[in-house]
């Protein structure tokens, strides 16, 4: 049995606890925030929920095998192998700060014990587990690689769907040292079913992450290229990719009018940053292309109205994603941008957000029971409950930009609005 501590109770780590100890290992989670240590300790879960989370938190507690600490440094002093799922956060530009995890990386060097097993599974730009942590873990008097192991394994589920992927997603693991790499997958063995993916060396396995996201929104890119392409040529893109995906070697993605999230648009900038030669143009174009749909959307609408100016365009949806709380990187943010540069007014909504936290993005909140008045509507998220609106209660409603390709085109003009998808054929054409 190993003695393990997690670093990072938060929406992936404490999941992360709960499936070590289903798997019969003694948890010691930590995190500085103190309510999230206190559910744990009683065995509770925080309000979000993860299916499967709250079951697993119960039965391990029952069980004695988790408990949870604010005090990382004690915490590691008693575990064999520390796992650190810490977020590194980033700036609107991507730009990443490292102080949560620095601070983490403190307190665990100030507790590490020789023979112990350090393993970063937060999403990291490549060479910062070796160049950036080890050193730091160093300052405990232990060498990496020697007296203590160190490794780097990318977290790759998805929240809502994070056991299933657990259990089903190759864990990909790659030391500092072959011994730490051993030592890693022999940990995982314990703790996962799934199978074990051997990476040469961290840095590599730091790489594997990036590339999978990078190749999702380089993949988004040439959809949402193609899918203007389309649009200007009245084809239907969507029907297109369809038909084209049923080629074995075809994954076109789906366009869109924008790439949300903490993930798929900040993790390729973590490539961009270290790309001082300029090698890496399509990551760069495609970060560009995506960006863009924003404007390209906007100006649709102003090509509509003839001016924004005073004009009151209302969005849909400030998450990222249906059915998920967040607003990262939003493409709501970056509409809500251009629109106001043009001078239109602008409303947002979103089911998961309440009226005080949509205005804290300096907009005014709108209400579907009943909506303001306003000439456009922009669906950026496909929440449910935007699938089967009644469009004929929108008073003065002239366009409508279904930005997810998610509405019943035929509603929309029932209700005398024109209907935009985006590489619907229906879109801007030019
Ligand atoms: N959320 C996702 O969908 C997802 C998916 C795959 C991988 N990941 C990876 O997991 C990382 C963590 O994501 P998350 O969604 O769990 O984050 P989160 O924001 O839900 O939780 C982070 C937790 O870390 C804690 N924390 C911050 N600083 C700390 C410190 N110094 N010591 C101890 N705890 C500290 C916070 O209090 C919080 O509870 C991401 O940065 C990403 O690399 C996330």
């Known amino acids: 049995m190993y ?46 929920s ?32 520390v796992v650190v799922i810490v977020p590194l956060v980033v700036d609107q530009s991507g730009s990443p700060d490292f102080s949560a995890l620095d601070l983490a990386t403190a307190a665990i060097a100030r507790g590490l014990r020789s023979g112990a097993l350090v393993i ?17 873990l160093e300052q405990s008097g232990l060498r990496m690689g020697v007296d203590f192991g160190l490794a780097f394994s990318p977290e790759r589920v998805l929240v809502g769907r994070t056991f299933h992927d657990l259990r089903t997603y190759p864990k990909v693991v790659g030391g500092i040292t072959p011994e730490s790499t051993d030592a890693a997958t022999r940990f995982y063995r314990t703790v996962l079913d799934a199978e074990i993916l051997v990476m040469p060396d961290s840095e590599t396995a730091e790489f594997v992450k ?11 890119a040439l959809a949402n290229e193609l899918a203007r392409f389309a649009d200007s040529r009245g084809v239907d893109a969507s029907a297109a990719f369809r038909a084209a995906n049923t080629q074995p070697y075809s994954h076109l993605h789906q366009a869109g009018v924008g790439v949300g999230g903490h993930c798929i648009p900040v993790y390729p900038r973590f490539l961009l940053a270290h790309d001082k030669h300029a090698e890496l143009g399509l990551v760069r174009r495609a970060r560009q292309i995506n960006d863009g749909m924003a404007k390209y959307v906007v100006d649709a609408i102003e090509e509509h109205l003839g001016t924004l100016h005073d004009k009151r365009v209302l969005v849909l949806g400030l998450a990222y994603r249906p059915g998920q709380k967040e607003a990262s990187f939003s493409s709501a943010l970056l509409l809500l941008d251009v629109l106001r540069t043009r001078g239109a007014r602008t409303f947002l909504h979103d089911p998961l957000f309440s009226e005080t936290e949509i205005a804290g993005y300096g907009v005014e909140p ?3 029971e009943s909506p303001p008045p306003v000439h456009a509507v922009i669906v950026q998220t496909g929440h449910p409950e935007y699938l089967d609106l009644d469009w004929s209660r929108f008073q003065g409603l002239c366009v409508v930009v279904d930005g997810r390709n998610v509405l ?11 209907y935009m998808g985006i590489g619907t054929g229906t879109g801007p054409r030019r």
Do not use: W
């Open 3 to 48: 003695s393990v501590a997690v670093v990072g109770l938060g929406k992936i780590g404490l999941a992360l606890a709960a499936q070590y100890a289903d798997k019969g290992q003694r948890v010691i989670g930590c995190d500085i925030n103190p309510t999230v240590v206190e559910l744990t300790n009683r065995g509770e879960v925080p309000l979000y």
């Open 50 to 81: 993860e299916p499967g989370l709250a079951e697993r938190v119960a039965s391990a507690h029952t069980a004695g095998r988790l408990s949870a600490t604010t005090e990382t440094q004690k915490a590691v002093a008693q575990s064999d192998v």
């Open 120 to 136: 970063y599974e937060t999403t990291l730009p490549m060479g910062t587990t070796r160049g950036r942590f080890g050193p730091m």
């Open 210 to 220: 990036l590339a999978e996201t990078t190749y999702r929104d380089v993949n988004i």
């Open 366 to 368: 709108a209400f579907l």
């Open 408 to 418: 019943d085109a035929a509603a929309v003009k029932h209700a005398g609005a024109a």
